[in-house]
């Protein structure tokens, strides 16, 4: 499953209440009024060989102090989306490494890299937070300021948190927990699950962008079968309704239809590299001519 998109997207839309809600220190610091600007570029520079995906969540962002006293600092958030803890002492290592990497590639603009971290694992015990390497006198060590997923469920003021806060990281939050109980489950169980969270959202009446970042972020993290999908989208509708929020789109729209749509995409893209007619493909697709003759140019 894509939780690295899902949680991507979550620090891309929603990067000053995700600031908030899980580095409260750093949110203060930051003026937002000047805006922010994603890295990826960074990103995959210094990860030629494709380490960062299915497993990491790595997002570079670009920000601005209130205080002016550097021209930006870059923030490294790494994130470890499967619930899988590394092996001993190789996440403060790839932390420490990409850091520097991203610093000496930008030495010269007087970058300064900030590295935090979110785990999603379900062990407690597990928070490498610092790289240290310490003999004859060297030292070199990198504290990295670190959440845990799973602290909001075993620490009681997290807890608390968690049921009062207005900030929509809870429900972020929320979800993430909900999935390590549903790890097993039927899929009836998956959908009642996913039916007690979305209602959760409507019922804060969060501005139009972050619903449809929480709902998109619930439906990668807890996958349903296409008619299950299909009857908890009639419900959308219904509670869309009662809320008068028709503006967010349906969750047949925002999950299934992307799918499907995806899906045609990958069909045309093999098509046009065996040569078959357009005409062909758009009636075997039902993809609009645009998007094929964009398609074509990109495949040849």
């Not at 997002?59 to 930006?72: F, R, W």
């Not at 603009?109 to 900030?114: A, E, S, Y």
């Not at 597990?126 to 959440?147: A, C, D, H, S, T």
Request: hydrophobic fraction near 35%; charged fraction near 35%; aromatic fraction near 10%.
């Amino acid at each position: 499953t894509d939780y690295d998109s899902a949680w991507k997207e979550v620090i891309e839309r929603l990067f000053e209440p995700f600031t908030k809600f899980f580095f409260p220190d750093i949110h203060k610091d930051i003026d937002f009024s000047k805006g922010i600007e994603t890295l990826d570029s960074q990103l995959r520079d210094i990860t030629p060989y494709g380490k960062v995906g299915k497993r990491y969540a790595d997002e570079l962002v670009k920000v601005h102090l209130k205080d002016g006293s550097q021209a930006c600092v870059w923030v490294f958030i790494h994130i470890e989306v499967q619930g899988t803890r590394e092996k001993k002492g190789k996440f403060p290592e790839r932390a420490y490494i990409y850091n520097y990497r991203i610093f000496d590639k930008n030495i010269e603009k007087g970058v300064k890299v900030i590295s935090v971290a979110i785990l999603t694992d379900e062990d407690e015990n597990y928070r490498p937070n610092e790289y240290l390497v310490k003999q004859w006198g060297f030292e070199l060590r990198m504290k990295i300021p670190m959440v845990k997923i799973i602290d909001y469920k075993i620490k009681k003021k997290l807890r608390k948190l968690l049921e009062t806060s207005t900030n929509p990281m809870a429900m972020i939050v929320k979800a993430q927990l909900k999935s390590y109980e549903l790890k097993k489950a039927a899929n009836e169980q998956k959908s009642s699950v996913k039916w007690e969270l979305i209602p959760q959202c409507y019922a804060k009446k969060y501005p139009k962008e972050e619903i449809r970042v929480l709902l998109k972020f619930i439906d990668w993290l807890i996958r349903l079968p296409e008619g299950l999908a299909i009857q908890l989208s009639k419900k959308i509708v219904s509670l869309e309704e009662e809320y008068k929020m028709p503006y967010v789109t349906s969750w047949e729209r925002l999950g299934i239809k992307e799918g499907k749509k995806a899906g045609k995409l990958e069909t045309a893209r093999e098509l046009l590299r065996y040569g078959v007619d357009m005409e062909i493909i758009i009636k075997s697709t039902g993809l609009p001519g645009k998007e094929i003759e964009a398609l074509k140019t990109a495949v040849s």
